[in-house]
């Protein structure tokens, strides 16, 4: 069974809105409705135990306007403004008295006529309220992930085996059978229709961005603790969904929270990115560090990385792109068509991957990731080796911020 993680009370005579408020919340796991069958400003001493106990307070302002905005001052003195307050009303309430409610503090007063999916978005609205106290505290106590995207310039390039086996070498297991992590690392297979990151891993489609992307809601920390699944010591990955979702239907704001929330709760966000544009690549870029492209070194690839570096460049002015040239092998000296395709891309070639069909395809048949099917391939090296770098610039980065944080409180 789901374990509680956020509660509501309904304070109403009327068991029409405990029901409603019931049916909504039971689309939100983890949340807990109980009720409270009496009005708001009969309920005095109690109503204070309930705000402290519960995350929402949800009232039928029974047409008392005056002693229900009175009651609601009482609620956030008591909790130091912390309580969030929702009423439901009689849709004729004149303007006046919801005004009373409005000023009291109450968050929004919605008419009883209310539809489940109006009420649904309140309550999230609402809750959602007490998150960036909460994500600020975890940002300054907590980590602050690096999110690193993984895009491709052609099908087939090996954006997907980069993305897993990167997010595994990043890791970086120790022990005798390599079983502690040294960091925590998400993995999120963001080409919401033809992901294969969980084929790859042997893993089950995962429905939750399908949810994501047909529910319309924004996602909290427990929406972003629960999707995700741990494959291996410190690997966690959120695959892609078996059912079709409109690309578009994702919301750039429900994407910038998912991520806000995986960089608290994770060393390195790897995030494997679709071909297609759409509008919520907009935060993934803005909040990516680091994007690395895929491409092979043909004409034709080269011109596509640099079609859609350029989208992304106009998208997020500060993202550092880096290439790899995936199989093939660095060469000693750089052949011309490679210096051509460096100048066109404004970018030298930083990471090459070398073709190795023997260990990609071992991998892919065994559902694992190359540490564990050809761990001494040369293509396990190369990843490594690019892993190291992002890993040196993540505790780079992480020294450079401890005089600060030493200095903030
Ligand atoms: N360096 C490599 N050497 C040999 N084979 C590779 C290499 N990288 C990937 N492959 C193989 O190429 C195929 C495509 O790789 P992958 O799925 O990673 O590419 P992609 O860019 O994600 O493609 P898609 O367009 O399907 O998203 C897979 O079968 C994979 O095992
Ligand atoms: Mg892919």
Request: charge should be negative.
């Given at each position: 069974m789901q374990a509680e993680t956020q509660s509501i009370v309904v304070v109403s005579k009327d068991p029409a809105v405990s029901a409603l408020v019931a049916s909504v919340a039971q689309?939100?796991?983890?949340t807990g409705v109980r009720n409270c069958d009496a009005a708001l400003s009969e309920i005095n001493g109690t109503a204070l135990q309930l705000a402290e106990t519960n995350d929402l307070i949800i009232f039928r302002a029974e047409g008392e306007a005056a002693r229900d905005a009175a009651a609601v001052r009482e609620i956030l003195r008591h909790t130091g403004g912390a309580a969030r307050i929702l009423a439901l009303a009689?849709?004729?309430?004149p303007f006046a008295e919801l005004r009373q409610l409005t000023d009291a503090g109450v968050h929004e007063v919605l008419p009883d006529t209310v539809s489940a999916d109006e009420l649904s978005a309140a309550i999230r609205t609402c809750l959602k309220g007490q998150e960036p106290q909460q994500a600020l505290s975890g940002a300054r106590g907590g980590r602050e992930g690096m999110v690193i995207a993984v895009s491709q310039?052609?099908?087939?390039?090996?954006a997907t085996t980069l993305a897993v086996n990167l997010a595994d070498c990043l890791t970086r297991r120790r022990g005798l059978r390599r079983k502690e992590a040294e960091f925590k690392v998400a993995l999120v297979?963001?080409?919401?229709?033809?992901?294969?990151i969980g084929n790859f891993l042997d893993l089950p489609a995962n429905r939750c961005l399908y949810e994501l992307a047909s529910e319309g809601f924004v996602p909290d920390q427990v929406f972003a603790e629960q999707s995700l699944t741990e494959t291996a010591p410190g690997l966690w990955v959120l695959a892609s969904p078996a059912e079709i979702a409109p690309?578009?239907?994702?919301?750039p704001e429900q994407v910038e929270a998912l991520i806000a929330h995986l960089r608290l709760q994770y060393d390195f966000v790897v995030i494997g990115l679709p071909r297609a544009l759409a509008e919520w690549l907009t935060p993934v870029l803005e909040a990516s560090e680091r994007l690395l492209m895929v491409t092979g070194s043909s004409v034709p690839a080269v011109c596509q990385a640099r079609r859609l570096l350029d989208f992304y460049a106009e998208n997020s002015m500060r993202l550092q792109a880096d290439i790899v040239i995936s199989r093939e092998r660095k060469p000693l000296l750089a052949a011309s068509h490679h210096k051509e395709a460096a100048k066109l891309l404004q970018k030298p070639f930083k990471y090459w991957l070398p073709d190795d069909p023997s260990a990609a395809a071992a991998a892919a048949d065994q559902g694992v990731p190359l540490s564990a099917a050809?761990?001494?391939?040369a293509l396990a090296k190369a990843v490594r080796r690019l892993s190291k770098d992002l890993i040196e610039t993540r505790n780079a980065r992480a020294a450079a911020a401890q005089p600060q944080h030493g200095k903030a409180v």
């Open positions: 689309f939100s796991p983890g009689d849709a004729a309430m310039s052609c099908g087939g390039a090996g297979d963001f080409d919401l229709q033809f992901g294969t690309l578009h239907a994702l919301k050809a761990g001494r391939s």
